[in-house]
């Protein structure tokens, strides 16, 4: 990957794998090479050199190479490794839609701003963190550690199909997805609020 003032955004497209399908970035782990001055915005813009990357091809490319390592975010190749900035979470879910499968289970798939195709379930997990206005931030797991935040818009998709359940002994409302369900709020709460 060429570093920042080595040729810019483009080379460092030029230096990233074109596989189809995900890279297997778990695997690799090549030395790190500095920041470069790219940033991912809470609202999902990708920013290079304080610059927003209009071409969505190339967000895709870098997104299929982002790693994260603790608190940190990386773009990697199986040679380098570069750090970025990421304000919140990388990916937003910025679309659902609801189904079944075969069992009569609710199977709710989201799409992500980079399109990615993601079914909440056992192995992608919704999330729910309180923010201080006493509201909830929406995530859902997209791969690897990385998480996208759900939309305003998808949220309140979600919460017309949520449903109370006792998980953990206490009466829940939450979302069901894939035979898993994710508790939002105590019902009670809930209530209160109606």
């Not at 040729?7 to 920041?35: H, T, Y």
């Not at 608190?71 to 190749?77: A, M, N, P, S």
């Not at 075969?102 to 999330?127: C, I, K």
């Amino acid at each position: 990957m060429a570093k920042a003032g080595q040729g810019g955004l483009e080379a460092i497209a030029a230096a990233l794998p074109r596989d189809k399908g995900l890279p297997p970035v778990e695997r690799w782990n090549p030395p790190f090479c500095g920041d470069i001055d790219m940033r991912i915005a809470a609202d999902g813009v990708w920013f290079y050199q304080k610059t927003p990357i209009g071409r969505p091809a190339l967000v895709k490319l870098f997104a299929s190479v982002l790693k994260k390592e603790g608190d940190k975010y990386f773009l990697v190749t199986p040679v380098e490794k570069v750090g970025l900035k990421v304000d919140d979470v990388p990916f937003l879910a910025v679309e659902m839609s609801a189904g079944g499968d075969d069992q009569g289970r609710q199977m709710l798939t989201f799409r992500t701003n980079v399109d990615d195709s993601v079914t909440a379930g056992p192995g992608h997990a919704l999330r729910f963190e309180p923010e201080v206005t006493g509201g909830l931030r929406p995530y859902l797991h997209v791969r690897r550690d990385l998480w996208a935040k759900v939309t305003r818009a998808v949220f309140y998709d979600l919460v017309a199909l949520g449903e109370e359940r006792v998980a953990d002994g206490r009466r829940m409302f939450g979302i069901a997805s894939a035979g898993a369900f994710f508790p939002m709020v105590e019902a009670d709460a809930l209530r209160e609020f109606a």
